[in-house]
């Protein structure tokens, strides 16, 4: 073999990642390694303070750039009627549009726009030469600017050089660096392509259960998309066949999913589509792949257009051609006088697409974007008839015909709520353009009015949890409950707030067992606050409750250690707390709490322990961090109904390995107790009986294989320090999770 090259005379058909993978082989596997995707690896701006280098930028002179960019067309990608402000109005509205209430993804916090599956997705068409075009921009301000923020905040200065006085403007959203392969984005194994071209009874059928307009009509959770690649709804209608009143039904249900009411909804369609233009010149079939999948020499852009020059008078996004209005470059309300003062017919753009027209030969026209003197019918979606027929959102649009300036405040609100929904507490809001004003949807918390309590104030507070007699589980389960809707996500949740004590949180069944625990940490609050020497709120008092309980609990198993405890919590009030908004977070899964929620599996197809996982990654956690909380709740007995199941330990309250002890243990076996194996029992080997009773959010950390190495981990004779210490740290972790105010998140 000597100077032979190793491979010669063979063919190569595989490097790292190369099909089929891990994931192909077992499709149905529990993805935990899922829990570590987005780490600090892939950042190469990990260790760079953003805040501040944010808070140094320039925003005037940032502004003016961007304003100044905004009507200098260039020629590789000339912009519409001189003006790239609509464009990138589209731009910023996709990258806040993908946010959805039920699990807080999507959204514009980390400029996700920039992968896959978002960047390709067909309604996202030419969204990536948008990004392309602001490139010197983003060069100029480097990485004290990032992508995220600069999208929305072109978005406002597009606003704003058209006459439109936006709401404010927060900084402060951290790109990430990888795709983000986690969140569920719908059954459909269709995507890059057109509305058109897929087949949308079989899309709809997976993510849609009932007709368009009977009472079952329901989108699967967590989606808040009607259709696969597109941000909320085909503006050709849900089945593509034009029908305004069906789409206004799936209007509806997906903007209420974005967390968005009827007038909200009303004021950013009808507010977006004041400006600019549709494009549908080409026929779909000739538009090149995406950018995920272009060809290298493409460099990241996609949709290659073979027209003439593929772009200006040549250009094709979604299909449809055509504007709104008679000046798609000013702030005006011509978008509804023409949606109500023309009847509409439909017609066909020369791509192909169902769109609609004036029915009247002398309504006004809009000038070509590119073309001098050449002048085209005005241009409705189905979509946009959808605000017509629609009678409550007809009803709307009228209101905002009748008073120009109350629409304008309206679109103004909503747009802000629509760019700035993601980012969590208003204390990690960035720059001088910060809204003086709160709004219920950032989940607003009271000013701090008073000094944080010190050491001898806080061993004081423990001690009267003490005095209390509540027991160690009630006291961790209540902290853990408090801090557990907390998510990553949108930064929503938290024990902040102590919204435990509010609607809707006080009525979840999961939290049942808090109340008498919260109604008796509340005395404690009242008694220290009335002594009058301090003030600390009951958010804290919770908190600390729970860092008693674990010091206790250790102390039992035989380990002394400090928890950690961060007072500086509020308290929220009732009129502060969005109840429906709220609802939300409630868990639908909550393996830490043993918690299912009891309809479940008439509606779901997955497993708990998908859920589960879902759940870990909301709060952050990592393989490690989910099997030490799990094992030190479950032997502190920390189950939402005080069930045994899981708690695998004859002495509950003490902080050991034991759950892991017999998790691991060769000496039982296990059985399913019922047919669906939803429950089961473990059994001495030996005949010995009975020993414990579990669910599949017990034994998941024993059946999946890289939760059992790590619960091996700790179920080893020398690791029970190690335990103690990991579960203290991320008991704290949780805690702290929502404590923005201290931490720069
Ligand atoms: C353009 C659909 C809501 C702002 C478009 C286009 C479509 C569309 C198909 C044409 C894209 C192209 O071919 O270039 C929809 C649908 C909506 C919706 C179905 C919801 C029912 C919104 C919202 C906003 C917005 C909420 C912003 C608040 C815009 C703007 C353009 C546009 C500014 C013009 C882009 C340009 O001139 O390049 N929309 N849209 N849209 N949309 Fe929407």
């Known amino acids: 073999l000597a100077g032979k090259c190793p491979f010669g005379g063979n063919t190569i058909g595989g490097a790292q990642t190369s099909r089929p993978t891990l994931q192909d082989w077992y499709p149905d596997r529990l993805r935990v390694e899922q829990l570590h995707t987005d780490g600090p690896q892939a950042d190469p701006l990990r260790d760079f303070d953003y805040r501040s280098a944010f808070e140094a930028l320039d925003l005037d002179e940032l502004k003016a750039d961007i304003k100044r960019f905004l009507t200098t067309s260039v020629s590789w990608w000339p912009s519409d009627y001189g003006n790239y402000a609509p464009q990138m109005i589209r731009m910023a509205w996709h990258s806040a549009g993908t946010y959805r209430i039920a699990d807080g993804r999507g959204g514009a916090g980390q400029a996700l726009q920039r992968f896959a ?22 060069k100029k301000y480097g990485n004290a600017l990032s992508w995220a923020d600069l999208m929305i905040l072109t978005g406002n200065c597009a606003l704003e050089i058209m006459g439109f006085p936006t709401t404010g403007f927060a900084g402060g959203r951290r790109d990430s660096y990888e795709a983000d392969d986690r969140t569920y984005w719908g059954p459909e194994w269709i995507n890059n392509m057109h509305p058109d071209a897929q087949d949308d009874m079989v899309a709809r059928d997976q993510r849609w259960t009932g007709e368009p307009g009977s009472s079952d009509y329901e989108l699967q959770q967590p989606l808040a998309a009607s259709h696969s690649s597109i941000i909320y709804v085909n503006p050709e209608g849900p089945l593509g066949d034009g029908d305004p009143a069906a789409s206004a039904v799936d209007i509806r249900i997906t903007f209420g999913r974005m967390a968005m009411n009827d007038e909200e909804t ?27 999948i272009a060809p290298m020499e493409a460099m990241g852009l996609g949709w290659h257009n073979p027209e003439g020059s593929g772009n200006a008078e040549h250009t094709m996004t979604n299909g449809i051609e055509g504007s709104w209005t008679q000046n798609p470059t000013q702030w ?45 019918p005005l241009m409705m979606m189905t979509s946009d008839i959808a605000l017509k027929v629609d009678p409550v959102y007809r009803e709307i649009c009228e209101r905002f015909l009748a008073d120009f300036d109350y629409f304008t405040q ?49 061993a004081r507070l423990a001690q009267a949890v003490r005095d209390t007699g509540l027991s160690t589980s009630d006291l961790a389960f209540t902290a853990f409950s408090s801090a557990a809707t907390f998510r990553g996500t949108d930064k929503r949740g938290g024990a902040n707030g102590a919204r435990i004590a509010l609607e809707p949180q006080r009525d979840w069944a999961v939290n049942a067992r808090t109340v008498p625990v919260v109604a008796r940490l509340r005395e404690v609050t009242d008694a220290f606050n009335a002594a009058g020497e ?104 920390c189950n939402h109904d005080g069930s045994d199941e899981g708690v695998f330990t004859d002495r509950v309250g003490v902080l050991s390995t034991d759950f892991l002890d017999a998790l691991t243990s060769t000496d039982l076996e296990w059985a399913k107790a019922d047919d669906a194996g939803t429950t089961f029992t473990l059994q001495h080997r030996d005949g010995g009986g009975t020993a414990f009773r579990a669910t599949r959010n017990d034994l998941v950390f024993g059946s999946n294989a890289q939760l059992r190495a790590v619960a091996e981990v700790y179920a080893a004779s020398d690791a029970h320090d190690r335990f103690v210490a990991d579960f203290v740290a991320v008991w704290d972790k949780v805690m702290m999770s929502d404590r923005y105010d201290v931490t720069a998140g």
């Open 534 to 637: 301090a003030t600390v709120s009951l958010a804290d008092v919770i908190v600390l409750a729970g860092c008693v309980a674990i010091e206790d609990a250790a102390a039992a198993g035989g380990t002394e250690v400090s928890v950690p405890f961060t007072p500086g919590r509020v308290d929220a009030r009732q009129d502060q707390t969005d109840v429906t908004q709220f609802q939300w977070l409630a868990p639908v899964v909550d393996g830490f709490r043993n918690y299912v929620m009891p309809e479940f599996s008439s509606v779901s197809t997955l497993a708990p322990e998908e859920m589960a996982l879902d759940r870990a990654a909301l709060l952050g956690l990592t393989a490690p961090e989910w099997v030490v909380l799990t094992a030190g709740l479950r032997v502190l007995g």
């Open 117 to 138: 599956p978002i960047s390709s997705w067909w309604d996202n068409g030419n969204t990536d030469k948008s990004r392309r075009l602001l490139w010197p921009i983003k």
């Open 410 to 458: 309206e679109f103004s609100k909503a747009w802000h709520k629509l760019t700035h929904r993601d980012m969590g507490p208003k204390s990690r809001y960035l720059g001088p353009e910060v809204a003086q004003e709160d709004f219920i949807w950032q989940d607003p918390l009271p000013a701090w009015e008073h000094a944080v309590v010190g050491e001898a104030e806080i």
């Open 266 to 292: 009303v004021a950013l369609i009808a507010g977006g589509h004041a400006f600019g233009k549709s494009h549908g010149q080409v026929s779909t079939d000739r538009i090149g792949p995406p950018p995920e």
């Open 332 to 376: 005006d309300n011509s978008y509804l006088e023409n949606l109500f003062g023309h009847e509409w017919v439909q017609t066909r753009s020369p791509a192909g697409a169902l769109q609609w027209m004036p029915a009247d030969a002398d309504a006004p026209t809009t000038p070509d974007a590119h073309l001098e003197g050449v002048e085209h």
